[in-house]
């Protein structure tokens, strides 16, 4: 599935953050791809894209798990009920 693959390359994005000692440029990268990401999923205001930007607000590796940890519910929701309706 085409969501899972975008979603698994920005959780794996987030490992590549932490192990690269908080590389700014590849935290940035991470950071706003995450949110355009869940923005396009389940929109800018869903709970989960909250979550994320509340989350990953510091370069600290509890951060960056936090926010791969909102990645992994929105996969997971996904794929059990298909993505969020329009409004």
């Not at 990268?29 to 949110?35: D, K, L, P, T, V």
């Not at 607000?57 to 309706?85: H, S």
Request: hydrophobic share 40%; charged share 25%; aromatic share 10%.
């Amino acid at each position: 599935m085409l969501i899972d693959n975008k979603i698994d390359e920005l959780i794996k994005a987030g490992w590549n953050v932490i192990e690269s000692d908080f590389d700014a440029v590849a935290f940035q990268n991470w950071e706003n791809q995450g949110r355009d990401c869940l923005g396009a999923l389940v929109g800018p205001d869903h709970t989960y894209t909250r979550q994320f930007e509340d989350y990953v607000k510091g370069t600290k590796a509890t951060n960056v798990l936090a926010g791969c940890g909102v990645l992994i519910a929105v996969k997971e929701q996904m794929r059990e009920f298909g993505p969020a309706p329009t409004i």
